[in-house]
């Protein structure tokens, strides 16, 4: 297939990666030829590490960078394309006009997905008048390593786009779960639930953020803590999201003070270098402010 990825953040040139080492010819593009490159960079490192680790080959690394190509003009990306996956940032008013921008470039044919963690498929869908071929992927970050794609069904997709979507996810050897456009869908849901209850649970002085990680790391085998998680996404991500689902779902998502301050005083996580753990060159070196060894 041909294959468009709109956006090359860090969910975008993931998804472009996992879709060339398919086989498939992937065209990346963001608003700024910087991004682009950056994104195509990082595709490289990633590709590297996994010669290291003996997780691909070098011919294998070659080929996929080799289907890959960047741009930031939307029609060049778009044309000849199979399917879209739009990766824009997580704005419900700019993913619709994305889609609405896609669907007037792009062939009666052409499957347009978006990756969302969070937002209405549904509403997202009613920006194309061909809504029927719009589909929720919601993949999951590092995308070239973690296994879940959710399968978002719109009010308004097709089986046809199903059928689709569950053969493309399949093919770029991911296993998809399929849910009903609902806020939060099935795992951000489940997933932000446990972070808010984390955060109440660090701000009633219950355990510290490294004690609360720990337990679910290795009380229930989590590869990954509910508070190091939200650093590693980003407190201000994490906080957007919350609202909306308090906004959707009611109190029980209502933000913890803490998440508010951190996010107020730009304390964002792993990107920012501080959130609820202090970071170095991507890695945790101490816990912040009151919990303290910053």
């Known amino acids: 297939m041909r294959v468009a990825v709109l956006g090359a953040g860090t969910m975008g040139h993931g998804i472009a990666q996992v879709t060339a080492m398919a086989g498939h010819d992937v065209v990346v593009r963001d608003i700024e030829m910087e991004y682009v490159e950056n994104g195509l960079e990082s595709i490289d490192d990633n590709l590297g590490g996994g010669i290291e680790r003996d997780k691909v080959t070098?011919?294998?690394?070659?080929?996929?960078l080799e289907r890959l190509s960047g741009t930031t003009d939307l029609e060049e990306a778009v044309a000849d394309a199979d399917l879209v996956?739009?990766?824009?940032?997580e704005d419900l008013d700019l993913k619709k006009s994305t889609m609405a921008d896609v669907e007037e470039l792009v062939d009666d044919e052409t499957v347009i997905a978006t990756n969302t963690s969070s937002l209405s498929i549904t509403e997202i869908a009613s920006a194309a008048e061909n809504d029927g071929r719009v589909i929720g992927l919601h993949f999951f970050n590092p995308v070239h390593i973690m296994g879940l794609v959710e399968i978002v069904v719109a009010e308004q997709?097709?089986?046809e786009t199903l059928a689709f979507?569950?053969?493309y996810i399949e093919d770029i050897d991911k296993t998809p779960v399929e849910v009903t456009d609902s806020p939060g869908f099935a795992s951000s849901?489940?997933?932000v639930a446990l972070g808010v209850e984390a955060m109440r649970m660090v701000e009633e002085g219950v355990a510290d953020p490294r004690d609360i990680d720990t337990a679910m790391e290795l009380g229930y085998n989590h590869p990954m803590g509910p508070i190091e998680l939200g650093d590693v996404v980003g407190l201000d991500v994490r906080l957007d999201i919350i609202e909306y689902l308090r906004e959707e779902l009611g109190e029980r998502f209502k933000p913890p003070q803490v998440l508010k301050r951190k996010v107020r005083a730009?304390?964002?996580?792993k990107k920012s270098g501080e959130g609820f753990y202090v970071w170095e060159n991507g890695e945790i070196v101490g816990t912040s402010g009151e919990w303290g060894d910053d």
């Open 189 to 191: 849901r489940l997933g």
């Open 58 to 64: 070098r011919e294998e690394a070659d080929a996929a």
């Open 85 to 89: 996956v739009e990766a824009v940032p």
């Open 266 to 269: 730009g304390k964002l996580g």
């Open 165 to 167: 979507a569950h053969e």
């Open 157 to 159: 997709t097709d089986d």
